[in-house]
Nanobody, 123 residues
Framework: QVQVVESGGGLVQAGGSLRLSCVVSGRAFRVFAMGWFRQVPGKEREIVADINHSGDTANYADSVKGRFAISRDNAKNTVYLQMASLKPEDTGVYYC????????????????WGQGTQVTVSS
């Protein structure tokens, strides 16, 4: 019943920018936190950024602070990840998590994930 669809990935040169989008349907979007994760083959999926239900607070992995920005538009049931100054190490499949919450300020993944969108940064 819950559908999560990411888009916006692609191939970009180092230093370039991309904007990822995630559209969620089938849930009361505005009551849930959202997160962006990325995964490289053979490695654990890692959190990149998360945002609370209202969009007034966000957290970022140290590796992307100052370069990435997460935002949401609850009227459109959409969360975004603006990615700038991209580095080759940003390469991976980016996944949107649709129904997160917080435990002691730490994002907890919900059960619904998108299919992922590939981001490749060339050097």
């Amino acid at each position: 019943q819950v559908q999560v669809v990411e888009s916006g990935g692609g191939l970009v040169q180092a230093g370039g920018s991309l904007r990822l989008s995630c559209v969620v349907s089938g849930r009361a979007f505005r009551v849930f936190a959202m997160g962006w994760f990325r995964q490289v083959p053979g490695k654990e999926r890692e959190i990149v950024a998360d945002i609370n239900h209202s969009g007034d607070t966000a957290n970022y992995a140290d590796s992307v602070k100052g370069r990435f920005a997460i935002s949401r538009d609850n009227a459109k049931n959409t969360v975004y990840l603006q990615m700038a100054s991209l580095k080759p190490e940003d390469t991976g499949v980016y996944y949107c998590n649709a129904d997160g919450w917080y435990s002691s300020g730490t994002y907890q993944s919900g059960e619904h994930w998108g299919q992922g969108t590939q981001v490749t940064v060339s050097s």
